[in-house]
């Protein structure tokens, strides 16, 4: 496409288009605005739109009274096209009734320039109108940019937490995000001497922010229990490489368990997790309160205290992340950890259908948090098999 450069930068004028059915109205355009601008223009409506959707003007000037067309229909027809829509219309009228001014603004322009024209107020009005289309089309431009980095670095992080080391004996777990890649993780190893290592993760924030550091706790664990390092000295190292790896308002609330194969028993630790929920083989409930500080605030060179819970066939421990616990549902009220206690009960502990009841009740399902539910079933399975 040719262009008409500008004598003084070097750079391409912008491409005005001016529809008026009256010459003497272009004549006055053309004298006010030439010289800065490249002038497009056409006395017919019809020629108009035509010349918009072939040359793409920065801008457009369209007379609302001319004798065969309506203006305001003729700016709803090029905010209806794919191919126009985006282009900044000017209406150039001698209405001045507020109820014109309205249907202008609802046909799509942006702007009304009165008859007669003054010409330092079209120049002042042209340039104001360019200056905020070039920065709409920059920022557009910049967020798909911006939108696919993220996709990419979704994407990595995804893969990065793909190992083959998953050890899915004992464990179902369900998870629901917003974004591509969320905060929550789901880790599950065996020892060399067959101990069995869970972890779930739950880093602040959301969506991408909260997922860069999940890649890095997954690695750790994965390359440490494969070194057959006792689950106690993993998760010291997680927290102090947490600690000296991201920034303090970067933390992760987790919950640990270790099985050791064959027993009849858990050992678990809690970091600011929600509560776990344990139900025995009579179907009886309880609840073991968090006892640590989150992942990554403050280091230690002790090994954290661990909580003994029976584990022995048709016993189940469930372990959550927050946002199960405070999806806010359509009457205002937070899902809570009763209401997914009895959804448990409801669905046969089918920890999908309870993440799929949870969104489903959500007054904003768009805005929740990450959603994650880990099931471990007692030595044996849930059948003592």
């Not at 990419?152 to 995804?158: M, Y």
Request: charged content about 25%.
């Amino acid at each position: 496409m040719n262009q008409t450069m500008d004598a003084n930068t070097g750079e391409a004028r912008r491409k005005i288009l001016a529809i008026d059915d009256s010459p003497e109205v272009l004549d006055t355009i053309h004298a006010a605005l030439q010289g800065e601008f490249q002038l497009l223009a056409t006395i017919s409506a019809h020629q108009g739109v035509e010349i918009a959707r072939r040359q793409h003007p920065d801008l457009i000037l369209l007379d609302v009274v001319m004798d065969h067309d309506d203006g305001f229909a003729v700016c709803q027809q090029l905010k209806n096209d794919s191919a126009t829509r985006d282009i900044p219309v000017i209406f150039v009228t001698s209405l001045d009734s507020s109820g014109d001014e309205l249907r202008g603004f609802a046909a799509g322009a942006v702007d009304f320039v009165s008859k007669p024209i003054v010409p330092v107020t079209l120049r002042a009005r042209v340039r104001s109108h360019i200056e905020l289309s070039v920065a709409r089309k920059a920022l557009h431009t910049a967020n798909d940019q911006m939108a696919q980095e993220r996709k990419l670095i979704a994407e990595i992080v995804l893969s990065m937490l793909n190992d083959d080391q998953f050890h899915a004996e004992n464990i179902t777990w369900s998870s629901h995000s917003c974004d591509t890649a969320g905060g929550d993780l789901v880790l599950s190893a065996l020892r060399p001497n067959g101990d069995q290592h869970i972890l779930l993760g739950d880093f602040t924030g959301h969506g991408l922010s909260a997922a860069v550091g999940t890649p890095l706790v997954a690695h750790l664990f994965y390359s440490l229990t494969a070194a057959d390092q006792p689950f106690e000295d993993i998760l010291v190292e997680i927290n102090n490489v947490l600690v000296r790896r991201l920034p303090l308002r970067c933390f992760m609330a987790s919950a640990a368990v270790r099985i050791t194969s064959p027993a009849s028993a858990a050992e678990v630790w809690s970091f600011g997790n929600p509560d776990l929920l344990h139900r025995d083989s009579a179907g009886h409930w309880s609840q073991l309160s968090s006892w640590e500080l989150p992942m990554g605030i403050q280091s230690t060179a002790q090994r954290y205290e661990a909580r003994q819970l029976s584990l022995d066939a048709r016993e189940t421990l469930y372990l959550l992340t927050d946002g199960p616990i405070e999806a806010v549902c359509k009457d205002d009220s937070m899902f809570g950890i009763a209401r997914v206690r009895e959804a448990l009960e409801r669905h046969a502990q089918r920890v999908e259908a309870v993440i799929d009841e949870i969104v489903s009740q959500a007054a904003d399902p768009h805005r929740l948090d990450d959603l994650t539910i880990l099931k471990i079933d007692g030595f044996g399975g849930p059948d003592g098999g």
